[in-house]
């Protein structure tokens, strides 16, 4: 019986001393911890223990897809903020009315501060930007630092200088002597005279048959003026088996086999683990915040599942695969050309940027370990395929006096800093660089030529 007893005592002063050695090991972070924001909160030492930004940025841009009533879809992953719903004509689309730190999307589900009415006001000038993540201004610090809204306001800008200055653009008529035409014709030439309107209808993730589909079913009953599309990339990644980008995932959750809740767990307790303050002063002070900057390599709301491979898993070597996901960007784009040349509108199809265009003596260092991280093959896969997307572009293009081409592949390629967050994803500067090329390209196209002395 005693020893018995014995046996019981021992068992539970072990039990004890297992239980204070737990307490402990919790206690020893929590206190740490609440040190920690009480020193940061006594000396104002903020920096190194506020919000990470380039998280709350990938978060607040993040697609979560939702039911037409607001609901998340069960099994899918629901980790973004930014909310789209399934649509059977366009794959999906943006649900309207909604914003956060980086963002906002108006009432009919476009990136605008302001609503769109259907019925053009007169004398504006409607330009209406498709695209996909780049043309969405995916991590753009704001709406106002997208390209289409610098764009805007470029367009703008011209007009108003016109109008005070006259005498520093090319006139309407031109003079009758030969050596002041010359002058005249040295002068800026003067663009349509309007207020301008830069939609951003673009949507991130988005593939050629998805920006064919937003044309056609929504963009259309605008009465543009004019459609600048921007992409390429992401028919380069997309099966050929898909004629446009659904919801990621969508089919393996309607098949019955949702996301393994165990990912989705750990990926929840990475973010709260984040945002303890030991974590974040050990990542500012350690590692001189290069983490934050590393989380932005990879792009987000790619056409394709996440499924953890490389990217240039995606980018196929077959040949003939990859010719009929060009042949797919061909006929969405031509189907576009058709539309711009029954309606007498114009088309700007841009091939956008990506980090690749930059040779290696101009990327920056945090590029440079975008370029490293992304590997040979995918190099040289995507560089074949931009050079064939450039040649079904402008044979496109030619068929059509309505339709230009605008490769800014290698845009970047002198830019002086840090263009990419990502291979695709720009700075707001990059931005700014882009938007200054469509403004070129697109004053070009709607300037007025001065007519000749003694023209009725």
């Known amino acids: 019986m005693f020893t018995r007893h014995r046996r019981y005592q021992r068992k539970t002063q072990h039990s004890f001393r297992w239980l204070g050695l737990l307490l402990l090991l919790i206690a020893v972070p929590v206190g740490l911890e609440l040190l920690t924001r009480v020193i940061a909160d006594a000396t104002g030492l903020s920096q190194p223990f506020a919000a990470d930004q380039s998280s709350d940025m990938k978060r607040a841009y993040g697609l979560k897809f939702v039911s037409q009533a607001g609901q998340p879809y069960e099994g899918l992953a629901d980790n973004g903020e930014l909310l789209a719903t399934r649509n059977v004509l366009l794959g999906y689309r943006l649900f309207p009315e909604q914003t956060n730190e ?40 704001s709406n106002q630092t997208t390209f289409a809204n610098t764009l805007e306001a ?11 200055n006259p005498e520093r653009f090319q006139p309407a008529t031109l003079p009758y002597r030969a050596d002041q035409v010359d002058q005249a014709l040295a002068l800026p030439a003067r663009i349509q005279d309007g ?6 209808a673009a949507v991130p993730g988005y593939a050629s048959g998805n920006e064919l589909a937003m044309l056609v079913q929504q963009v259309a009953a605008y009465n543009p003026d004019m459609v600048v599309v921007l992409g390429g990339y992401a028919d380069l990644l997309l099966s050929s088996s898909q004629m446009g980008s659904d919801v990621p995932g969508l089919e393996t959750v309607l098949e019955g086999q949702s996301t393994d809740w165990r990912d989705e767990l750990s990926e929840q307790f990475g973010e709260w683990v984040n945002q303890l303050y030991l974590v974040r002063g ?22 394709i599942a996440n499924t953890g491979a490389p990217l240039s898993n995606s980018l196929t070597d077959d040949e003939a695969e990859l010719d009929r996901r060009l042949f797919r960007y061909r006929y969405h784009l031509l189907q576009m050309v058709h539309w711009a040349s029954a309606t007498r509108k114009r088309l700007l199809i841009g091939i956008q940027p990506e980090i690749t265009g930059r040779t290696a003596d101009n990327l920056t260092p945090d590029e440079a370990a975008i370029v490293n991280s992304l590997g040979d093959t995918y190099t040289q896969r995507v560089q074949a395929g931009y050079e064939k997307l450039e040649a079904q572009a402008n044979q496109v293009a030619q068929s059509s006096s309505n339709a230009s081409v605008l490769n800014l592949y290698r845009l970047y390629d002198s830019f002086e800093g840090r263009a990419f967050l990502s291979p695709i994803n720009l700075t707001d500067e990059a931005n700014a660089a882009l938007a200054n090329r469509f403004y070129q390209a697109i004053a070009a196209d709607l300037s007025i030529t001065p007519q000749p002395f003694g023209s009725p």
Do not use: C, H, W
Request: aromatic share 10%; no cysteine.
């Open 282 to 303: 050990f990542r500012y002070y350690g590692l001189s915040m290069r983490q934050s900057e590393e989380r932005l390599t990879q792009p987000i709301n790619l056409p």
């Open 154 to 164: 470029r367009l703008n800008d011209q007009v108003a200088q016109q109008r005070a």
């Open 102 to 141: 980086f963002l906002t999307i108006n009432e009919q589900g476009f990136r605008d501060d302001d609503d769109v009415p259907l019925q053009k006001p007169a004398g504006e000038v409607r330009i209406f930007v498709l695209g996909g993540s780049v043309a969405f201004g995916e991590l753009s610090s």
């Open 195 to 200: 207020q301008y309107r830069v939609i951003n």
